[in-house]
């Protein structure tokens, strides 16, 4: 599969219900308390799901067994009560529960929203490939950014229930590394993630056609450009119509070490390439659809979608 326009499940209204899941990590109760209520400051009813403050008897890092998540995770999406699905944190996990879903019968629940960033990378890459969904690279339920950032909070907010107000995404400070205006479908999420996702079931076979969004945290510069090199050498990357780079969380000094790997890795692809756009792991994050046509302006430090992320 290469990037093609996705359907767009249906935005939120006063009243929808939103299942909060833990498909990675294990979560902080009291982070999770502030983030459900932003949900219902918003009128949402947000659902908290069974297993969602287990944890793995042996991997403290998991937030719970593999097939509770996996039971959890799809229990929510397939309820029919049920009009979003919103992950609780990131960490590591879901590429241990993937597989074990049932997309027939995710597939059969229909169209809905799905929310999450950082390791949920894998759950929007199988969203797009196995039922052709657009998805939502926003903020996570437990997390401080979420509970405490008034931008975070109102991107999110605004991209679920009034969509045609978030077309045009970018943060001041946004700037073009690689100058240049290119049209495609947006992709992406935690680059460390894109490249573990090679060869899998559920992985893309090319970024093609794609505006490819990349960030991610707490990875050093020559893991950086093990990680571009791998997705170059895979030949993943051939095809991208554009670059928005996000935040780099942890990764180094950026101006000394991050932007230059990111330099000459990303501009051997010959298309522009715009830095600092806003989303991901910083206290300000931008949502960001995945699976929706855009155009980006390298110069002017924005991305514009074409359609509304959400129907």
């Not at 894109?194 to 090319?206: C, E, M, N, V």
């Amino acid at each position: 599969m290469t990037a093609t326009e996705l359907t767009r499940p249906p935005r939120l209204r006063p009243g929808s219900r939103i299942a909060v899941v833990a498909p990675s990590g294990p979560l902080v109760e009291e982070r999770l308390q502030a983030g459900l209520d932003v949900l219902r400051g918003w009128d949402l009813d947000p659902v908290v799901t069974p297993q969602l403050t287990d944890r793995h008897p042996e991997f403290r890092y998991l937030a719970g067994e593999d097939e509770t998540r996996a039971r959890d995770f799809q229990r929510a999406w397939c309820d029919p009560t049920i009009d979003a699905v919103m992950c609780a944190r990131g960490g590591y996990g879901v590429q241990r529960m993937v597989d074990l879903l049932d997309w027939n019968a995710l597939r059969a629940a229909g169209p809905k929203v799905l929310i999450g960033y950082s390791d949920v990378t894998a759950l929007h890459e199988a969203f797009a490939v196995r039922l052709g969904l657009a998805t939502l690279y926003g903020p996570m339920a437990s997390t401080l950014a979420f509970a405490k950032n008034a931008t975070t909070q109102e991107s999110l907010r605004t991209t679920l229930f009034e969509p045609e107000a978030a077309m045009t995404l970018g943060l001041p400070g946004a700037r073009a590394l690689i100058p240049g205006r290119a049209r495609g479908v947006t992709v992406g999420g935690c680059v460390s993630l894109l490249a573990a996702d090679l060869a899998t079931p559920h992985g893309r076979r090319s970024a093609a056609g794609g505006l490819l969004l990349i960030e991610d945290i707490g990875e050093e510069d020559y893991r950086l450009d093990r990680v571009l090199t791998q997705l170059l050498r895979a030949h993943w990357l051939d095809g991208v119509t554009g670059v928005a780079l996000g935040s780099w969380l942890e990764c180094g000094p950026y101006e000394e070490r991050v932007r230059p790997v990111l330099h000459d890795r990303l501009a051997r692809l010959g298309v522009p390439v715009v830095e600092n756009l806003g989303f991901g792991h910083c206290e300000a994050s931008l949502t960001m659809p995945l699976g929706v046509r855009a155009v980006l302006d390298a110069d002017g430090g924005a991305i514009t979608l074409e359609r509304p992320a959400l129907a």
